[in-house]
C-alpha cells in the first residue's frame, strides 16, 4: 500500500514520463552509427587484401591511403605503427609487377623504409603512401606476415 506521498510522487513521475516516452516514439531520424558500412559510391575501389590465412575483399575512396582502407575493413594483420610517418614499415606490402608497374616510381624516402622490411621484393610498397585509385580495382595485394616495427 503506498502512502499519499508516494502516490503522488509515482502520479508526479508517470507524468513527468509520458512526454518522454512520446518523443522516443517519434518519426526523429536517426543518426548513422559510425559502424555502420558507407553506401557504395561512384569513386569507390575495390581490392583483396591477403595473407597467411586470410583473404578479405576491402574497399576504399579515391585518396584514401591504403592503410586508412586496412584499418577500416578491419584487416588487422597491417599494424600501420608510424600512423604514416613512413618510419615503421609495418605497413609493408606487396603487389603483382603490373599493378606495381602502374603505381608509378617509388619515392627514395618510401624506398629507404621498404629496403629495412622484412621481406621486401621488388615490388614493395608501403601502405601508408600509396592511396587508392582507379589502377588498384580488382588488385590483390598481398599482406607480409612478418614485419618488424622499426619504432620500438
Ligand atoms: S605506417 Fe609506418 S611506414 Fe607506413
Known sequence: MHSLSSRSSLA??????????????ASTPVP???????????DEVTMVMYGDGFSRTVSGRHGETLLNVAQINDVHQ????CEGCMCCSTCHLIFDKETFDKLGPVPD????????????????????????????????????????????
Open 12 to 25: 508526479l513521475r508517470r507524468t513527468l514520463r509520458a512526454p518522454l516516452l512520446s518523443r522516443r516514439t
Open 109 to 152: 624516402d618510401e624506398q629507404d623504409v621498404i629496403d629495412r622490411a622484412p621481406g621486401a621484393c621488388d615490388t614493395s610498397r608501403l601502405g601508408c603512401q600509396v592511396r587508392v585509385s582507379k589502377i588498384l580495382q580488382d588488385a590483390k595485394i598481398r599482406v607480409p606476415s612478418e614485419f618488424v616495427n622499426q619504432m620500438i
Open 32 to 42: 548513422p552509427s559510425a559502424a555502420a558500412p558507407l553506401p557504395p559510391s561512384e
Open 78 to 81: 597491417i599494424e600501420g605503427a
